[in-house]
């Protein structure tokens, strides 16, 4: 195989700043959740962050997820949508900068979207997005021969909301099981959950061979406000699930096997993409030897690195002697 995982979903690059409270509030926005902008809004959202210190990467769920993985030594591919502007080329230089594999048609309308992050003292991220021509993803732009050469495909749940953005992951869907290429999905975010929970729930009861969800996501999926009870509900449906439980760590289930993996205590500073390399990490074991005890384990400190800086990239990531010493 070519690639550990191809991941799809909506390319957006990622905008970050800390904020204060006050800040939060004046700008408008609930704390804590995501809310999609518009051109104009994000225009004005980003002006008001003039002056303060930036960081800028690639990101968009499953862009975190492949980066993630890249950046443990494993091979990874993505495919999302791009505008042709300095936006475009930054996305793809810094995809790129970490070995992923991508190869996109930029759109020459439009602009590419971001994702404006406000990071309160709390560590709670306030995420502006702006899609963008990330929500022109269709069918034509999926990559068959990069899907047949994958362990894995992984796609986000995001892109549910959207008719091609949809079409574009049941394409991907459907080119892994003809492939016999296994498929990972995320839930992404509880709302999704809430408004398409049949939609998850045939895909899980389907396609899908490993479900990612956190505490909140599989509470509303399942209608029961016991993780433990979750977990076990979501295995009726799915032979594998990932369930997040913040700083409690996370709780596995493979093969009928409930695996709980402890958290690791750190001081954080920023949720955003904790749940997103706990993904990339977990699929990097289970692809490149690990067992899921240990590629649990790998995640669980994984995410835990990410919220302890700011930003969806690890600062060094793991050597590779690290990560023996952290699984064995």
Request: glycine share 10%; charged share 25%; hydrophobic share 40%.
């Amino acid at each position: 195989m070519t690639y550990d995982v191809f991941g799809i979903g909506n390319a957006l690059v990622d905008i970050q700043a800390q904020v204060s409270d006050d800040q939060l509030r004046a700008a408008g926005f609930d704390k804590g959740v995501m809310t999609l902008v518009d051109d104009e809004q994000q225009r004005r959202l980003l002006k008001s962050l003039e002056g303060l210190p930036l960081n800028r990467c690639a990101g968009g769920s499953a862009a975190n997820t492949i980066m993630g993985i890249a950046n443990l030594g494993g091979k990874a591919a993505y495919t999302g949508k791009i505008a042709a502007d300095e936006t475009g080329k930054f996305f793809l230089k810094d995809m790129r900068r970490q070995g992923v594999t991508i190869e996109v048609v930029p759109s020459t309308d439009g602009q590419t979207g971001t994702c404006a992050v406000m990071i309160t003292e709390d560590a709670q991220r306030t995420m502006l997005t702006n899609l963008a021509v990330s929500s022109t993803l269709t069918e034509s732009d999926v990559d068959e021969s990069a899907i047949a050469d994958s362990k894995y495909v992984y796609i986000e749940g995001y892109l549910l909301t959207g008719d091609t953005t949809k079409a574009a992951a049941y394409k991907a869907i459907e080119l892994a099981k003809k492939h016999k290429v296994k498929l990972a999905f995320t839930a992404s975010d509880p709302f999704l959950v809430n408004m398409l929970r049949d939609e998850m729930i045939e895909l899980i009861e389907g396609p899908v061979d490993l479900f990612f969800c956190n505490e909140d996501e599989a509470k509303s999926l399942t209608q029961n406000d016991d993780p433990m009870e979750c977990v076990r509900e979501i295995h009726r449906h799915v032979d594998n699930v990932a369930l997040t439980l913040g700083p409690n760590g996370s709780l596995l289930m493979h093969e009928g096997e409930l695996i709980p993996i402890e958290g690791v205590a750190v001081n954080a500073i920023d949720t955003t993409g904790a749940g997103d390399l706990f993904a990339g990490a977990l699929l990097y074991g289970i692809t490149n030897g690990l067992t899921w005890k240990q590629s649990g384990d790998l995640a669980s400190y994984a995410s835990a690195r990410i919220v302890s800086q700011l930003g969806a990239r690890m600062e060094g990531g793991f050597t590779k002697d690290e990560i023996r010493a952290l699984t064995s």
